[in-house]
Nanobody, 113 residues
Framework: QVQLVESGGGLVQPGGSLRLSCAAS????????MAWYRQPPGQQRALLAW???????GYAGSLRGRFTISRDNAKNTVYLQMNNLRPEDTAVYYC???????WGQGTQVTVSP
């Protein structure tokens, strides 16, 4: 089981930016498709974006252009750059391998004036 530690969340004003990080344990990280998810208050967790070991990416819905997923295999870390944040982006953000059935603790993002 890969250990996951998300960080980088916080309170930001609408239009602001944040970069989330997800540090994972183990060299197996380099062979995993990693993904970011979020769970807004009172809603279900949803997939946002994914990235293959070689760096190919995919995005759910219309997030491409505002959100960018990336990874640094040397640091066992996957990132989510979020720009032009909106109040509806408020959620707990999680990362995990797409094949995993476990979650980290997540990081809270709050977008508010």
């Amino acid at each position: 089981q890969v250990q996951l530690v998300e960080s980088g969340g916080g309170l930001v004003q609408p239009g602001g930016s944040l970069r989330l990080s997800c540090a994972a344990s183990g060299s197996i990280f380099r062979s995993l498709i990693m993904a970011w998810y979020r769970q807004p208050p009172g809603q279900q967790r949803a997939l946002l974006a994914w990235i293959t070991p070689s760096g190919s990416t995919g995005y759910a819905g219309s997030l491409r252009g505002r959100f960018t997923i990336s990874r640094d295999n040397a640091k066992n870390t996957v990132y989510l750059q979020m720009n032009n944040l909106r109040p509806e982006d408020t959620a707990v953000y999680y990362c995990k391998p797409t094949t995993a059935n476990y979650w980290g603790q997540g990081t809270q993002v709050t977008v508010s004036p």
